[in-house]
């Protein structure tokens, strides 16, 4: 028999972002995208996580090329 323990938590995520892409030419697209993650109720003290250390601000830009 072992003595570990899990620690469980409920959580909750949602996740909100908008994305815009714009037509270079024939072959390539730009996009940029960006959003916030809100994670609640993720408190893990073993693993010393909390839902601020997940909740954060996101953005990507991406290049995309090819046929369209």
Known sequence: M?????ERSAVFAAEVGAR???NVTSFFRIGLSGGYRLVSGADLEKA????????????RLSLRFGSF
């Open 48 to 59: 010393a996580v909390s839902g601020g250390d997940l909740s954060a601000p996101y953005g």
């Open 20 to 22: 815009a892409e714009l």
């Open 2 to 6: 072992s003595d570990e323990s899990f």
